[in-house]
């Protein structure tokens, strides 16, 4: 089981970030997938998840109105629209498969003027 982040990177305040995790090594479409966050000196918090169809996705509260997670399971890739970005969402994001308690390296996201 295999997934990779992508997409991060420097963005100003309000601005918006697609972050995109590749995954391989298991059937995709059958699982739940999830975003999780770690700022620095803090734990690592939940963000989104979204059933293996794609019908049903939870936010953290942080995260409602500002952030779309979806998925496309005929490239076995996973999204995280992230728009209205602020200072606080600076955080390395990382994708997780639930079901293999399988992570990725994480992608860099920082917010900043």
């Known amino acids: 089981v295999q997934v990779v982040e992508s997409g991060g990177g420097l963005v100003q305040p309000g601005g918006s970030l697609t972050l995109s995790c590749a995954a391989s090594g298991f059937p995709f479409s059958g699982y739940v997938m999830t975003w999780y966050r770690q700022a620095p000196g803090k734990e690592r918090e939940y963000v989104a998840d979204?059933?293996?169809?794609?019908?049903?996705?939870g936010y953290a509260r942080f995260a409602r109105g500002r952030f779309t997670i979806s998925r496309d399971n005929a490239k076995n890739t996973v999204y995280l629209q992230m728009n209205t970005l602020k200072l606080e969402d600076t955080a390395v994001y990382y994708c997780?498969?639930?079901?293999?308690?399988?992570w990725g390296q994480g992608t860099q996201v920082t917010v900043s003027s």
């Open positions: 979204i059933s293996a169809a794609g019908g049903i996705k």
């Open positions: 997780y498969v639930p079901r293999f308690t399988s």
